[in-house]
């Protein structure tokens, strides 16, 4: 029957030109690729409709074919991919919330709570086995032991899951296991929650070795080639630092090496203060590049930008490696660490594209019109394996060999409902701030309209906030369905503004440091307002029927929105945001400085939605799944609450056992059509005035 459905939908959609919400969050979502420490094979993850399966592609035909059979819209994230050293077979976590961890969620309210445990694939047909309980599978470089993580402790086992015993157990949890090139000793991060340390364990003498140990925090160790010493971040610790407030500057952090037997330890770079002193990662499987010629690749914001850099292991002055304006995001390196390439919006801010370090310095591989990220090289360099997309290609992955050719993997994923032909191109804008700060956005216009025609108009907020909505389709899942459900306001008649608010990425670190943001001052309502009035001044808008919606942060500027500015903005949709900023982080302010905490609460409260509930008129939707992990599930509660007492009208749509990011693909697809549903009804047809239900 689903063929047939299928075809009914495409029939649809050819005939008048417009889609379902179905239809274009059908096609398959891809991520993670991981390169075989051999050879040229690559595996990724594909997420077609919530089933989530391990592909894998090999050159010379790069014929992508699926290695594990989860056929089920489950909730049951896969992540974490290991390869075996011979490249033969494939260790992953299934299960759990990746993100925060905690308790296995069970959006899909099965009998028996599923677990989160280690699984194993051979790459010979045979299907996949689980191990044990356990995430973040580590494999020993001589393929004898398999190190993972369970309840935050170290454990470990042999390739066929036997022999689970306890290696480390230490105060609170560790993460980030890394085997020595010789498969000796396993490095690994000792969160202490105050501070954090980097441990070395050897199995054959079982001892254990904290290295450097100080009251800061040590993360993201990295050996050396010669698996003799580990290089580490170190970060100064900062006690009374209150989240969701601007960071410009620091103590500065610095980068230490050291000796893996005795633990002793020294300083080989340290940032200057000022701008870049405090750390800002980049997305990667480690921070430090140990290179084969000596040297430690890193991320550093010394110019403004987060950007590359090399400095000798021996110490010596820091290098930059990728000049220009604009982010370093995405880094990939070969297993032999000879290659490093990354993904950067230098030359085409609201995109990004690839480049490669070379000696005669950084060079562009991609560029045009498309969005490509995580790139990674096969171990033998015949290929580069990376993540792509554009205005009407969902995220996939893609090959590009040694003669720059390229060939999409797995494009047979792709359904025939997917509307790819009516999806429209967003357009780069700027609009200027209500305190005059340049501010960029995407525009999607209904296709086919008509000159003279006034449309309703939304304006959508994305999350985190260090995030950045491109023009096209983003690499992250959750807002990759943000970009569908824009694209699906559009074909139907909205004109749709998504906003890249002061303190997201991809602007600098000013930007994204914005002063007064979040808790602080709630800067960010500048943008929401200048939006607002921008669409409100556009000729193809209906002034009357400009609506906002978001998620997560993005649901904090939505109801900041309506609470400020309800003869604005006419009606919202808010998906699990803050609502009160003291409600996140309790006694972040130290209690012995009852003045400075005082104050604090107070300014935070201020740029909170609560703080104006009596402004408040506009009609809301509210949406979250109550095993939220990310915002708690009280700050619904509290709003809920307080709109009963104001008499403002809500709707609610709540998803028990659900996380932050939906883990059911018919969760999202449910919320979107209560979402089109609701401004449906509050911005075409709007009804006489409703209570609340």
Same mark, same amino acid.
């Given at each position: ?38 050879g ?34 489950d ?17 992953f ?26 699984w ?20 020993s ?17 042999t +390739? *066929? ?5 306890? /290696?480390?157990?230490?105060? %609170? ?5 890394? @085997? &020595? #090139? =010789? ?19 050897? +199995? *054959? ?5 904290? /290295?450097?140990?100080?009251? %800061? ?5 990295? @050996? &050396? #080639? =010669?698996s003799?010493q ?37 300083e ?50 820091a ?8 982010i ?27 480049w ?14 498309g ?6 090289p ?59 700060m ?21 304006i ?38 998504s ?63 309506l ?41 935070a ?10 402004a ?41 056992n ?5 883990l ?30």
């Open positions: 029957m689903r063929w047939l459905l299928s075809l009914l939908l495409l029939v649809e959609t050819a005939v008048a030109g417009s889609f379902t919400i179905d239809q274009v969050m059908s096609a398959p979502f891809a991520s993670s690729p991981v390169a075989a420490p051999v040229s094979t690559v595996a990724w993850l594909i997420d077609e409709q919530g089933c989530r399966n391990i592909w894998v592609a090999s050159a010379p035909d790069w014929k992508a074919r699926k290695v594990t059979n989860f056929n089920e819209d909730g049951q994230e896969i992540a974490e991919l290991a390869w075996a050293p011979d490249g033969k077979s494939l260790f976590a299934r299960g759990g919330d990746f993100e925060n961890g905690g308790d296995n969620p069970n959006p899909a309210m099965s009998p028996q709570k599923p677990d989160q445990s280690v194993v694939v051979v790459l010979d047909g045979s299907a996949a086995k689980k191990l044990t309980e356990g995430h973040a599978p580590a494999v470089p001589t393929g004898d032991l398999i190190a993972f993580l369970r309840n935050g402790q170290i454990f470990s086992m +390739p *066929a899951g036997q022999n689970v015993a306890s /290696l480390v157990t230490q105060k %609170d949890s560790a993460y980030g296991l890394e @085997w &020595s #090139p =010789d498969g000796a000793m396993l490095a690994f991060t000792s969160n202490r929650k105050e501070h954090g340390l980097t441990g070395v364990y050897t +199995p *054959a003498t079982k001892s254990l070795e904290y /290295l450097d140990p100080s009251v %800061d925090t040590d993360s993201s160790p990295v @050996w &050396s #080639p =010669d003799k580990i290089a580490f971040i170190r970060i100064p610790a900062l006690s009374r630092v209150l989240p969701f407030g601007p960071k410009r500057e620091g103590e500065p952090w610095s980068i230490r090496i050291s000796d893996a037997k005795s633990g002793k330890g020294r080989v770079f340290r940032a200057d203060r000022g701008a870049g002193s405090v750390f800002h990662q980049v997305v990667a499987d480690r921070q430090i590049i140990w290179t084969g010629d000596g040297g430690l690749v890193f991320p550093w914001e010394k110019t403004g930008w987060c950007h590359l850099y090399r400095v000798p292991a021996a110490g010596g002055t290098v930059e490696l990728t000049p220009g304006e604009g370093v995001e995405y880094v990939g390196v070969s297993p032999d660490r000879k290659a490093v390439v990354y993904s950067s919006n230098i030359g085409d801010i609201d995109r990004r594209h690839l490669m370090l070379t000696s005669g310095g950084p060079k562009e591989i991609t560029n045009g019109e969005i490509e990220s995580a790139p990674t096969t171990a033998d360099h015949s290929a580069l394996v990376y993540l792509a997309s554009s205005y009407n290609e969902k995220v996939h992955a893609m090959a590009r060999t040694e003669r720059n050719e390229t060939k999409p993997l797995a494009p047979e994923t792709i359904p025939a409902e997917f509307p790819a032909r009516f999806l429209v191109k967003p357009q780069s804008v700027l609009i200027t701030a209500a305190d005059g340049e501010i960029h956005g995407q525009l999607f216009l209904p296709s086919g309209a008509k000159s003279g025609e006034r449309h309703p108009a939304l959508f907020f994305h999350g985190g906030s260090r995030r950045q909505m491109l023009l096209g389709y983003n690499h992250m899942y959750y807002y990759s369905n943000a970009y569908s459900m824009n694209q699906y306001l559009a074909n139907h008649g909205y004109v749709v503004l906003v890249n608010y002061r303190s997201g990425i991809g602007y600098g670190l000013n930007f994204r440091e914005a002063l007064q943001y979040g808790a602080t001052g709630a800067s960010e309502f500048n943008d929401v307002l200048g939006a607002g009035l921008y669409l409100k001044a556009r000729p193809d808008v209906d002034s009357k029927r400009i609506g906002v919606w978001g998620g997560s942060y993005g649901g904090y500027l939505t109801a900041l929105a609470a400020r500015a309800s003869d604005l903005f006419a009606a919202g949709v808010d998906f699990h945001g803050v609502h009160d900023w003291n409600l996140e982080f309790p006694g972040a302010v130290p209690g012995y400085d009852a003045k400075a905490r005082e104050q604090a609460e107070k300014v409260f201020e740029s909170s939605p609560m703080a104006y509930m009596k408040w008129k506009s009609p809301v939707l509210l949406i979250q799944g109550d095993d939220d992990r990310n915002v708690t599930f009280l700050q619904t509660i509290r709003l809920a609450e307080a709109l009963r007492r104001q008499n403002v009208y809500f709707e609610q749509l709540i998803f028990p659900e996380i932050h990011d939906f059911l693909e018919r969760d999202w697809v449910k919320a979107y059509q209560a979402t089109a549903d609701f401004f449906s009804r509050k911005l075409v047809t709007a009804r006489p005035t409703e209570v609340s239900r």
